[in-house]
């Protein structure tokens, strides 16, 4: 299983940035996927989840109003559309997949998820 994430970058703030992931080597629709992101000296905290059919969404608090998720289950690809960043959005973005994930409650920890892309770079200038 690979997770292969891309599109990171520096932009300054209010601008806008799109990452992606694209798996390979599962059947990505068994998969609901999530965001993480960890920024230097502090712990990964959770960003945003899809469900296997993208139908339903999720989002931090924190993150609300400004970004989307998506995901192309031809393509086996999820997408961040970040809108609107701030200096403190700055971090390393992760995607992970959660095989069969639970229709009772949302994924938000890091060891609820069963593989992980390596993390592409967000820095948000002031």
């Known amino acids: 299983v690979q997770l292969q994430a891309s599109g990171g970058g520096t932009v300054q703030a209010g601008g806008s940035l799109r990452v992606s992931c694209e798996a390979s080597?599962?059947?990505?629709?068994?998969?609901?996927m999530g965001w993480l992101r960890q920024a230097p000296g502090k712990e990964r905290e959770f960003v945003t989840a899809?469900?296997?059919?993208?139908?339903?969404?999720y989002y931090a608090n924190s993150v609300k109003g400004r970004f989307t998720i998506s995901r192309d289950n031809a393509k086996n690809t999820v997408h961040l559309q970040m809108n609107s960043l701030k200096p403190e959005d700055t971090a390393v973005y992760y995607c992970?997949?959660?095989?069969?994930?639970?229709?009772?409650?949302?994924?938000?920890?890091?060891?609820?998820?069963?593989?992980w892309g390596q993390g592409t770079q967000v820095t948000v200038s002031s």
């Open positions: 899809i469900s296997w059919s993208g139908g339903s969404t």
């Open positions: 992970a997949a959660k095989l069969f994930p639970s229709r009772d409650h949302w994924h938000e920890n890091s060891d609820e998820y069963d593989y």
């Open positions: 080597g599962l059947t990505f629709r068994n998969y609901g």
